[in-house]
């Protein structure tokens, strides 16, 4: 039989804190709102702007150490915004005020539930501060998944947390990762005063996509001539079969370019790795055979 790609492959060392993979967030829309509130300058209403937030909850989760692609967000409100936003699902819960939080806790344990048994995705980020999603964040983790909570900067003195506020202490201190989003920040996202569409990432020493485009290259090229036949021809057979990146890959590929820009690929840039990595696998496969080309392959677009 033939073997997995990824039993063969070696491993990239993990001799830091970053870690990789598929993302989902889980967002309690009223809880963003009162975590929008502390410390921040002005005044901060009930009015939410998500245009930002993918955006803004991938940057948070990369200076916390994750280089995660966030793929998609759950938002639990009661309130309608009328916006309808690429990769952001709206779930319907009850106000707070009505059932104290009965229905949210129930959308929300459910979902983090569901994609920690289906294994569908790597961590999962959640924004919420009710203690009583416990023992699911613990039943997620026992699965595997790897679980973070948004926090306030309170969260980077836990002894104080958990002292001044025990129960939201408690949570915090389950998760694998506290994610610490700013404050203003966060408050000016809701109230729409950033640009729509701004995807909000560390700044890049190359700004210039097509520049970005050719250092990805020039890395995944390297990359490519320094494997083994054998190992190609199991990445060629694996892109063939699926729309995805084998997980090692893109981890190995993510690394090598966090250390050439020194800092983490924006979401778009990652989906642009994934297109130049098919490009250079197929198109080395076709140099010995004209009939194949990269077009006759599928593009991974979905990141």
Same mark, same amino acid.
């Given at each position: 039989?033939?073997? =997995?790609?990824? $039993?063969?492959?070696?491993?990239?060392?993990?001799?830091?804190?970053?870690?990789?993979?598929?993302?989902?967030?889980?967002?309690?829309?009223?809880?963003? !709102?009162?975590?929008? +509130?502390?410390?921040?300058?002005?005044?901060?209403?009930?009015? *939410? %702007?998500?245009?930002?937030? *993918?955006?803004?909850?991938?940057?948070? /989760?990369?200076?916390?150490?994750?280089?995660?692609?966030?793929? &998609?967000?759950?938002?639990?409100?009661?309130?309608?915004?009328?916006?309808?936003?690429?990769?952001? *699902? @709206?779930?319907?819960? +009850? $106000?707070?005020?009505?059932?104290?939080?009965?229905?949210?806790?129930?959308?929300?344990?459910?979902?983090?539930? =569901?994609?920690?048994? +289906?294994?569908?995705?790597? #961590?999962?980020?959640?924004?919420?501060?009710?203690? &009583?999603?416990?023992?699911?964040?613990?039943?997620?983790?026992?699965?595997?998944? $790897? @679980? #973070?909570?948004?926090?306030?900067?309170?969260?980077?003195?836990?002894?104080? /947390?958990?002292?001044?506020?025990?129960?939201?202490?408690?949570?915090?201190?389950?998760?694998?990762?506290?994610?610490?989003? %700013?404050?203003?920040?966060?408050?000016?996202?809701?109230?729409?005063?950033?640009?729509?569409?701004?995807?909000?990432?560390?700044?890049?020493?190359?700004? %210039?996509?097509?520049?970005?485009?050719?250092? *990805?290259?020039?890395?995944?090229?390297?990359?490519?001539?320094?494997?083994?036949?054998?190992?190609?021809?199991?990445?060629?057979?694996?892109?063939?079969?699926?729309?995805?990146?084998?997980?090692?890959?893109?981890?190995?590929?993510?690394?090598? /370019?966090?250390?050439?820009?020194?800092?983490?690929?924006?979401?778009?840039?990652?989906?642009?790795?994934? =297109?130049?990595?098919?490009?250079?696998?197929?198109?080395?496969?076709?140099?010995?055979?004209?009939?194949?080309?990269? $077009?006759?392959?599928?593009?991974? !677009?979905?990141?």
């Amino acid at each position: 039989m033939k073997r =997995e790609y990824f $039993s063969s492959f070696k491993q990239e060392r993990r001799t830091g804190e970053s870690r990789s993979g598929s993302c989902t967030a889980l967002v309690d829309a009223r809880f963003l !709102i009162w975590l929008a +509130q502390q410390n921040a300058n002005g005044a901060v209403g009930e009015s *939410i %702007n998500r245009q930002g937030l *993918i955006g803004l909850l991938s940057h948070a /989760m990369a200076q916390a150490g994750l280089d995660v692609d966030l793929r &998609r967000v759950y938002w639990y409100t009661d309130r309608a915004d009328g916006m309808v936003l690429d990769d952001q *699902i @709206v779930r319907w819960v +009850q $106000s707070h005020d009505v059932d104290g939080g009965a229905s949210m806790l129930r959308a929300l344990g459910q979902d983090l539930t =569901e994609l920690a048994h +289906q294994h569908a995705c790597d #961590h999962v980020l959640i924004a919420t501060d009710d203690e &009583r999603f416990l023992s699911d964040i613990d039943a997620a983790q026992l699965c595997g998944v $790897s @679980v #973070h909570l948004l926090a306030d900067e309170s969260a980077r003195n836990m002894p104080q /947390m958990m002292r001044s506020d025990p129960g939201w202490g408690r949570v915090l201190s389950q998760a694998d990762r506290r994610v610490v989003v %700013n404050a203003q920040f966060l408050a000016e996202m809701l109230q729409g005063k950033l640009p729509a569409g701004l995807s909000i990432a560390p700044t890049a020493s190359v700004e %210039n996509l097509e520049e970005v485009r050719q250092i *990805i290259t020039e890395v995944i090229t390297a990359w490519w001539q320094d494997e083994p036949e054998d190992l190609r021809e199991d990445l060629r057979d694996a892109l063939q079969v699926s729309r995805g990146v084998p997980q090692e890959v893109d981890r190995q590929l993510l690394l090598r /370019m966090r250390q050439r820009l020194t800092r983490a690929l924006s979401l778009n840039e990652k989906k642009l790795l994934r =297109e130049v990595l098919r490009s250079v696998v197929f198109g080395s496969a076709s140099a010995g055979n004209p009939a194949a080309t990269s $077009s006759d392959f599928p593009v991974d !677009i979905d990141g």
